[in-house]
Nanobody, 121 residues
């Protein structure tokens, strides 16, 4: 059973930077499509950034130019570097993966438990 474990959240001042990490435990068989989502208080969960394939990346318009998603395939880890943080970036950040793990016959969706990011203005 593969688990996604996030780390790196916390409190940061507006304009500051923070890096989130998400490590997948267990063996991943297929090339994963990895994403970061966030959910602000009282709002729906939204896609922040995604990466997969030949290091293709996608970003929400609200974070373009400020956030960078990257992967360390050997370490089964995906990162989200967040710069120039704003108060509206506050929320719970979730790691999301679509891949086939050892024992899976088809790709499945996996979610991390979430990590809280609070940006003070």
């Amino acid at each position: 059973q593969v688990r996604l474990v996030e780390s790196g959240g916390g409190l940061v001042e507006a304009g500051g930077s923070m890096r989130l990490s998400c490590t997948a435990s267990g063996a991943i068989v297929s090339d994963p499509w990895m994403s970061w989502y966030r959910q602000a208080p009282g709002k729906e969960r939204e896609l922040v950034a995604a990466t997969g394939g030949s290091y293709e990346t996608n970003y929400a318009d609200s974070v373009k130019g400020r956030f960078t998603i990257s992967r360390d395939i050997a370490a089964n880890t995906v990162y989200l570097q967040m710069n120039a943080l704003k108060s509206e970036d506050t929320g719970d950040y979730y790691c999301h993966g679509v891949f086939r793990a050892a024992g899976d016959f088809v790709p499945k969706t996996y979610w991390g438990q979430g990590t809280q990011v609070t940006v003070s203005s």
